[in-house]
């Protein structure tokens, strides 16, 4: 709740997006918990081929690089457009 405050004292624009919607719309649906993680590194890892991906923990970063590319893809041109990755 203070982050919303923040941004709104702020002034800035802010869309906040759940993680099944951001995740729905990269085509990334995994089934259950491990499943999906799995398949959210998988994806991360094609994407950034020199980043390591570790699971779990706080060195898990691929929910956050990929969160980051659908906000990047949604509101300014794609960087790297890859067809075989689903973008």
């Known amino acids: 709740a203070w982050i919303k405050a923040a941004l709104l004292v702020s002034g ?3 869309r906040f997006v759940s993680p099944n919607k951001w995740q729905r719309d990269l ?3 995994g089934k259950g918990k491990d499943g999906k993680k799995e398949l959210l ?3 991360a890892q094609a994407m950034w081929p020199d980043w390591h991906m570790t699971k779990g923990g706080k060195r898990s970063i691929a929910d956050a690089m990929l969160l980051a590319h ?3 893809s949604r509101y300014a041109p794609m960087l ?3 067809p075989s ?3």
């Open 41 to 43: 590194m998988t994806r």
């Open 12 to 14: 800035a624009r802010a």
């Open 70 to 72: 659908y906000c990047a």
């Open 85 to 87: 990755l689903g973008f």
């Open 27 to 29: 085509g990334l649906l």
């Open 80 to 82: 790297l457009e890859d």
